[in-house]
């Protein structure tokens, strides 16, 4: 079984400072981690994934998270916020050894960016 | 390419009426899923499919909803007598080969109102 915490529903920050959005996941297996972001109104965009591989992961739009294991955490940063990137984003986990059960998906951090 | 296509966009029904929502993967992609995304309960895991075959349909919320997929491609989730908490959007995703490391790819979503 896995699941996901994503530790603040909402975080604020003003345009140009850095963004923290942060996520706790369990799983019984190695797993593979990402970060989906949803604007309003569209549909669910990859920002970046981790799959074992190097544990710092760079997406799209300067995004990056770092997996921790002794952690069980797999945080998002972006150094400076735009604000076009205002938007849900979604801790997602999935187990290792097959995609039977589909992803599962943190509650979802809605990032405001002011102006 | 084409992404992951959803049809309706949007569905209005009145309680107690079969609905069919309808999702195109993208070409050549084994795996697709069904979600649901509603305000109570975030994004939930449905239904995963391998080809035409579902290994599991445990996600199916109740026997109303069922699910198929022919030719390896198209799926249509068809939800019988629905009802007021049935309301949500449904989404659909496809990935290459359906392991946990592939990446999914959403469509837009149906959004489902029932009356």
């Known amino acids: 079984a896995q699941s996901v915490t994503q530790l603040d529903s909402h975080v604020s920050v003003s345009e140009g400072t850095p963004v923290l959005l942060r996520c706790n996941y369990s799983?019984?297996?190695?797993?593979?981690l990402f970060w989906y972001v949803q604007h309003p109104n569209k549909g669910l965009q990859l920002l970046l994934k981790y799959t074992s591989a190097a544990t710092l992961v760079k997406g799209i739009n300067g995004f990056e998270a770092e997996f921790k294991k002794s952690e069980t955490s797999f945080h998002l940063t972006k150094p400076s916020a735009h604000m076009s990137d205002a938007a849900e984003y979604f801790c997602?986990?999935?187990?290792?050894?097959?995609?039977?059960?589909?992803?599962?998906f943190g509650k979802g951090t809605h990032l405001i960016i002011q102006p | 390419g084409a992404g992951v296509s959803q049809s309706p966009s949007n569905k209005v029904t009145e309680k107690g009426k079969d609905v069919e929502l309808r999702c195109d993967p993208i070409s050549g992609h084994t795996a697709l899923y069904w979600y649901r995304q509603s305000l109570g309960q975030g994004l939930e895991f449905l239904i995963y499919?391998?080809?035409?075959?579902?290994?599991?349909k445990s996600g199916l919320p109740s026997d109303r909803f069922s699910a198929e997929r022919t030719g390896g491609s198209v799926s249509t989730l068809t939800i019988q007598r629905t009802q007021q908490e049935d309301s949500a959007v449904y989404l659909c995703a496809s990935s290459l080969f359906g392991t946990s490391t592939d990446t999914q790819y959403f469509g837009p979503g149906t959004r489902l109102t029932v009356l």
């Open positions: 499919f391998q080809g035409n075959s579902a290994p599991d």
């Open positions: 997602v986990v999935s187990a290792r050894g097959g995609g039977a059960d589909g992803l599962t």
């Open positions: 799983s019984s297996y190695s797993p593979s």
